[in-house]
């Protein structure tokens, strides 16, 4: 007989055994531990004990799901508005269909308790309350193609596929920055910061990147005014199961009115020139299929798609 219920402090280590066990694709991290899990998961201050349900049979652990919340407008705090159900990870089993459904609806049924008149079925860069590093690559892409039995959990219990998201990669063996008029008048009128663990700018980028080493590049002009912002993030221990070293970006800025005027390919392009003289092979980021411009910019700087995810949508 199964039972659900909602995680307990002895739970880690099961948890580590189920993820193992499961199929969750190539980026999925592998092999899943309890120190992983930790970092990634439990340590985070809004973590929440009775939004991770598990599946339990004769004391194994068979499946787990977990539902959270992404930031408030100001990423100050949790905005329960709208919720998502990040992972549904199940072992197989005779019974895996009922088990991932059960576990689904029990994620819905608390997120609406808690306040949430949206539901989501997945993760992505606004809701990576948890999990980054541990699945999807450098980012959280929804759930991945390469997971289709979890995607399969959703589109079962009513899901509609909503915004896909698109992997793209780019290896930086002998990458060099393009050269052009453009980019030499902004290498003559801007300054390239490079600033390793900086002090995070909301609460909300504190949770959710703590714990991972974290690089951001500052484009500066005249009077030091910031332009722009590229935040990148080592991707070890993820990527060492692919056998490179990567670097996964997370964040590109321009500032106000100083958008459109190459300033971006100029800061990206600068970044990954000066992390492929360190040493990184692999440079992955994670763009949304209808933001044309940033498609646009990563196509020009030889970024192509490996890999796709969507995130779910329920009314």
């Known amino acids: 007989m199964i039972e659900f219920r909602c995680f307990r402090n002895d739970d880690p280590p099961k948890l580590a055994d189920a993820w193992r066990s499961a199929d969750l694709g190539p980026s999925a991290m592998q092999p899943m531990t309890s120190a992983l899990l930790e970092s990634g998961v439990f340590s985070k201050p809004y973590f929440d004990r009775e939004g991770l349900f598990v599946a339990v049979e004769d004391g194994r652990v068979v499946g787990f799901a977990h539902a959270a919340f992404g930031p408030n407008a100001d990423h100050s705090a949790i905005d329960t508005s709208v919720g998502t159900t990040l992972l549904v990870v199940v072992v197989p089993h005779a019974e895996q269909e009922r088990i991932g459904a059960d576990l689904l609806d029990r994620c819905e049924n608390y997120l609406r308790r808690r306040g949430a008149t949206s539901l989501l079925g997945g993760g992505s860069a606004e809701m990576r309350s948890f999990y980054l590093g541990l699945y999807g690559g450098a980012d959280l892409p929804g759930i991945l193609d390469s997971s289709p039995g979890m995607q ?26 393009p050269v052009n008029r453009l980019q030499l008048a902004i290498r003559r009128s801007t300054t390239l910061r490079v600033i390793d663990e900086p002090a995070r700018r909301t609460w909300w980028e504190a949770a959710t990147t703590t714990g991972i080493a974290l690089r951001r590049y500052e484009l500066r002009g005249t009077g030091e005014a910031l332009l722009g912002t590229a935040s990148f993030w080592d991707m070890q221990p993820l990527a060492a199961a692919w056998g490179v070293s990567a670097t996964g970006l997370i964040h590109v800025g321009i500032e106000g009115d100083r958008r459109r005027q190459g300033l971006a390919h100029y800061l990206v392009a600068e970044a990954l020139h000066d992390l492929a003289q360190e040493g990184v092979t692999l440079a992955e980021t994670h763009v949304s299929e209808t933001n044309g411009p940033a498609m646009h910019l990563f196509t020009k700087l030889g970024f192509e798609i490996t890999e796709h995810g969507t995130l779910f949508r329920k009314s």
């Open 152 to 177: 399969a959990v959703f589109r079962d219990t009513g899901y509609a596929d909503g915004e896909r998201i698109c992997v793209l990669r780019r290896p930086l063996a002998g990458f060099r920055p």
